[in-house]
């Protein structure tokens, strides 16, 4: 499966910084500045660094050189073509039609967080280390409220013109007001940002934020202020935004594919955060509606990498000339970081889902063994929890560090909470194993759910139906079995396709029963969990609460996660949420594999061994153009493509 790979912040107002104070104009703004600045002044500020982690540690001194990860040597050159495989915010996997990417408005294009330099850059060899890209150092209060970040004299937009201070204040302000609602979210303890002047941008935090406020805040994109002061920023639109990232946005054909191109006198490419890295001319993305059709369109070398989500073509499909041929290379990179969560997560806004005992009749009814062996080729383990593959995951019974935390819940949570955590059934791997089945039908019974002539009913009398809401056909075969199941239980089951726009819609007004969702938490896990597990994001439209999770032990357990003061008692705090997460049976689990299998024309080179958090393969970071290959692989240097509108 694909990935949902953003993370998000709850939405506050403050310093008359927020909606209100945006629209009182410039003058407002450094009014509210001036008397920031003076408070500013007063504050009593850490040592200056040059980067910053959740707890303080950095494996790179001031003045490092690169991070180790990068060969120095990468060329710079060629092209790095590919399907999308992650999203954030209001991107789609199949389809675009706006070039702003940080709002609800429209369907986002992949890559555009190219195009913007952030504040700071991680390092994928730390668990969430950043270093200053934008920003040369950062000072911390000793209170940890305010943060100043100084800005590097060189970073400027891609026009030339200077980026400041006043960039940076007027982007956070304006993600905080007319952002994404996921971007809200995550900003909800950012009180504001103010410019005392060109070169110094001073962000407060309100007291008791999340620890992972401060990194988030600086791996945002900065806007151009003169550049949106003629337009509107919460708009969708196809104008090419002006940016100061790597590269700028070039050829593109909505719904089709969209190119970047390499900034050549990018301002950035000799900073140490930077050296080796962004190495290729030229990035594209292709869309396409149909995942087969997309499997088809890489044999036809219309782009050149694919990391492969579907077992099935991986151990079936890999066997067309160019691979026999050795023009196309598989590999299976190593995946280190939490593999998280996927399944079928249940809408439990829906009175038909409140009692915990109906949704754990839906887990007993999937089979995981049998669809494992015959549909996927046992390439995949049962997932069992959101920090799967990895220490903060919940195992045997809980110890007193864990107890401690979860003793004031009890008899509020289920009392499985407190023995070994709730671990999805293991079948018979018959298909329709005849015992999870009966237990299955006991556990409805108690719920209420009767039976008259074959069908299941809800205690209210009405038919008991479920429908799966899906945007892609390739998981059919992993629905039938399942609805098959529901089926003999009574339940009316089916799937609903729908295309990508109807589907993103309808998952942000929270309108299906029961859909797929996979998601992975950081190796630091912070105030990103609340947009996936509070009861606000559960009332919140466009969150990915999508089971409509609202239950006080896990809001409490949240900010205990959110608020740790060092990883072991993080460790500690995850492992208590863990437990009453699956105690709460919200999803019915699907599968994970430790690897990241890809497919590529053999026109890349890569390091040899990737860094530990990268969390994906790296492909447009941390590879390069290898010609010497390029021109063996009958001129492989750029992929097909069909004529475009040139914008």
Same mark, same amino acid.
């Given at each position: ?5 953003? *993370? ?15 629209? #009182?104009?410039?003058?407002?703004? !450094? ?29 790179? @001194? ?27 915010? +209001? ?54 409220? #305010? ?11 891609? =026009? &030339?013109?200077?980026? /400041?201070?006043?960039?940076?204040? *007027? ?36 007291? &008791? ?11 945002? $994109? ?16 196809? =104008? ?12 593109? !054909? ?5 190119? *970047?191109?390499?900034?050549? =006198? ?35 070398? +219309? ?12 151990? #079936?499909?890999?066997?067309? $000339? ?24 249940? +809408? ?22 049998? /669809? ?18 990895? =220490? ?21 949570? $289920? ?56 945007? !892609? ?11 098959? %199941? ?58 990915? %609460? ?42 019915? @689990?699907?599968?994970?594999?430790? +690897?990241? $299998? ?46 475009? %509108?040139?914008?």
């Amino acid at each position: 499966m694909t990935h949902d790979s953003t *993370f998000n912040r709850r939405q506050v107002f403050g310093l008359g910084l927020g909606a209100a104070g945006l629209a #009182t104009g410039l003058g407002a703004r !450094e009014a509210a500045a001036q008397a920031a600045t003076s408070s500013s002044d007063a504050m009593t500020f850490g040592a200056t660094k040059h980067g910053m982690s959740v707890f303080g540690d950095l494996k790179y @001194p001031a003045d490092f050189a690169n991070f180790e990860y990068v060969n120095l040597k990468a060329p710079k050159g060629g092209a790095f073509s590919t399907v999308p495989s992650v999203r954030a915010y +209001n991107q789609s996997y199949q389809t675009f039609n706006s070039l702003n990417a940080y709002i609800l408005k429209g369907e986002g294009a992949q890559g555009m967080d190219l195009t913007f330099a952030p504040l700071m850059v991680r390092a994928f060899d730390e668990p969430d280390a950043m270093y200053g890209l934008v920003a040369e150092t950062v000072a911390i209060s000793e209170d940890r409220l #305010t943060y100043r970040f100084t800005l590097r004299p060189q970073a400027t937009f891609h =026009d &030339g013109s200077k980026l /400041t201070a006043h960039d940076v204040a *007027f982007s956070l302000n304006t993600l905080k007001a007319k952002g994404h609602p996921l971007i809200l979210q995550q900003m909800r303890d950012v009180i504001g940002a103010e410019a005392p002047d060109d070169a110094t941008v001073v962000v407060r935090f309100a007291k &008791g934020h999340a620890r992972d406020v401060p990194l988030y805040v600086a791996g945002l $994109p900065i806007f151009s202020r003169a550049y949106y002061a003629k337009r509107p920023f919460d708009e969708s639109t196809l =104008d090419i935004p002006l940016g100061s990232g790597p590269y700028k946005v070039g050829r593109f !054909e909505v719904n089709r594919f969209v190119e *970047f191109e390499r900034v050549k =006198d990018w301002w950035g490419a000799e900073l140490a955060p930077m050296r080796g890295s962004y190495n290729f001319d030229t990035v594209r993305y292709e869309f396409y509606r149909d995942r087969d059709v997309a499997f088809e369109g890489f044999t036809a070398k +219309n782009y050149l990498f694919r990391e492969e989500f579907t077992a099935r073509v991986w151990a #079936t499909r890999y066997d067309f $000339p160019a691979i026999k041929e050795g023009r196309v290379k598989r590999e299976q990179l190593p995946d280190q970081t939490p593999s998280g969560a996927q399944g079928w997560f249940i +809408n439990t806004r829906r009175e038909k889902f409140k009692d915990p005992r109906v949704r754990e009749a839906l887990d007993l009814a999937f089979d995981f063994e049998w /669809t494992n062996k015959t549909i996927m080729y046992g390439a995949y383990a049962r997932t069992q929890s959101p920090f799967q593959n990895s =220490d903060m995951m919940a195992e045997g019974m809980p110890s007193p560090e864990e107890l401690k935390l979860l003793e004031p819940f009890r008899g509020q949570v $289920p009392d499985a909470v407190f023995g070994p955590p709730v671990s999805p059934p293991v079948s018979d791997g018959s298909g329709q194993d005849r015992a999870l089945l009966r237990k299955a039908v006991h556990l409805l019974r108690d719920a209420g759910c009767t039976v008259k002539d074959g069908k299941r009913l809800l205690p209210n009398g009405e038919p008991f139906t479920v429908e799966f809401l899906a945007d !892609e056909p390739q998981l059919q075969a992993h629905h039938g079995p399942y609805i098959k %199941n529901l089926g003999t239980l009574g339940i009316a089951a089916s799937l609903r396709l729908v295309d990508a726009v109807q589907y993103r819609a309808r998952v942000e007004d929270f309108d299906f029963d029961m859909t797929i969702q996979r998601f992975s938490m950081s190796a630091t896990p912070g105030d990103s969990m609340r947009p996936f597990f509070s009861s606000q994001a559960a009332a919140t439209k466009g969150s990915y %609460n999508l089971a409509g999770i609202a239950n006080p032990a896990i809001d409490a357990l949240v900010e205990t996660i959110i608020s740790a003061p060092n990883r072991a008692e993080l460790t500690i705090a995850c492992r208590a949420f863990d437990r009453v997460f699956r105690a709460g049976r919200y999803w019915v @689990p699907q599968w994970y594999r430790t +690897n990241h $299998p890809i497919a590529y024309w053999d026109v890349f080179g890569h390091p040899e061994k990737l860094p530990r958090y990268l969390g994906s393969v790296g492909g447009i970071e941390l590879w390069w153009n290898d010609a010497a290959k390029a021109q063996a692989t009958d001129k492989a240097g750029k992929p097909k493509a069909e004529p475009v %509108n040139k914008p």
